[in-house]
């Protein structure tokens, strides 16, 4: 019994040191949550703070949005400020960029709020806010998007979604900017920039704006930039190639990825994923390993 006792309270405690080893939303309830209070959110996934992809070995640890659309978090209104809070036991990688989006096919995110090298270390801390648009149309499904791009450590790229439907106006519609994707296979890498080095600052300066419709249609350009037109900033990193779709947002699985591991066990020998440059590893050396800071 004493074992017993003893071997769940070390689960326990792997179980939450996973879910704290980078950052993550807790609240509101995003896609496979494995927080308390969001159950019926996708199979909870106990790697919900790590990235969804890294330079640092090549693949895409994770799909775009880390899994298909579930369970509504509820009614949203146009101009209605949401409040996301994350994780205080996290690492936040002295901070970084990070956007929040919304979409409707996971595919055009119109970007609502973009914090460039702020993130997590300007006055909002961890609990980051973003405004609904005024303007914002009536949608019975829109994706609310988390995207993050770590100022120090491995080269990552994170993301958390919630799903809602929408109260808006008549006529209205949603417009921003092309969320910006880096570090990510055939996307941009951004280099460590937490001390002087290149933040790159023109990717989001420079991208097509996505206009979003009350019958749930979109339109706008994707992000088309090579990320062999990026500077490389860290030793040792390889440029993938470009897309092949011209550059558009990957939606679709890669193949035989990881499912989520409650119990901090590595993937199966040989499990490969794909992601669509003949340069890209396919073998799946385990987790992404955080530099220490």
């Known amino acids: 019994m004493k074992f017993s ?7 326990a405690l792997v179980a939450g040191s996973m879910v704290s080893a980078h950052e993550h939303i807790k609240t ?46 509820g009614v949203l209104k146009a101009g209605e400020t949401l409040s996301l809070q994350f994780d205080s036991a996290g690492a936040i990688h002295e901070g970084g960029h990070c956007e929040v989006s919304m979409s409707t096919n996971e595919k ?26 005024k303007d914002a149309p009536s949608l019975e ?19 958390n979604c919630m799903d809602y439907s929408l109260e808006g106006v008549e006529g209205g519609k949603i417009e921003g900017p092309q969320m910006v994707i880096a570090n990510y296979p055939g996307y941009p890498t951004i280099g460590e ?15 097509p704006m996505v206009v979003i419709t009350g019958d749930g249609s979109s339109a706008g350009g994707n992000q088309t930039e090579s990320v062999t037109d990026a500077p490389t900033t860290t030793p040792g990193e390889t440029a993938s190639a470009t897309p092949t779709d011209g550059g558009s947002i990957p939606t679709d699985a890669p193949t035989d990825l990881p499912g989520p591991s409650p119990t901090g066990g590595e993937p199966a020998p040989g499990a490969s994923t794909s992601t669509g440059s003949d340069s890209t590893p396919t073998s799946l050396p385990g987790k992404c390993k955080p530099k220490t800071q």
């Open 5 to 11: 006792t003893a071997f769940t309270a070390v689960a």
């Open 141 to 159: 499904n829109v994706v609310i998007a988390w995207t993050w791009v770590n100022a120090a450590g491995n080269r990552e790229f994170y993301m």
């Open 28 to 73: 509101p309830c995003v896609r496979n949550s494995p927080e308390a209070g969001c159950a019926g959110f996708g199979q909870p996934d106990y790697d919900i703070a790590e990235p969804i992809a890294s330079t640092k070995d090549g693949i895409v640890h994770d799909v775009m949005c880390r899994g298909p659309r579930g369970k509504s978090n």
């Open 108 to 133: 055009d995110w119109a970007v609502i709020l973009t914090k460039l090298t702020s993130c997590f270390v300007d006055e909002e801390g961890l609990n980051i806010k973003a405004t609904i648009p």
């Open 193 to 207: 920039f937490h001390f002087s080095a290149d933040p790159r600052k023109d990717l989001y300066e420079n991208r």
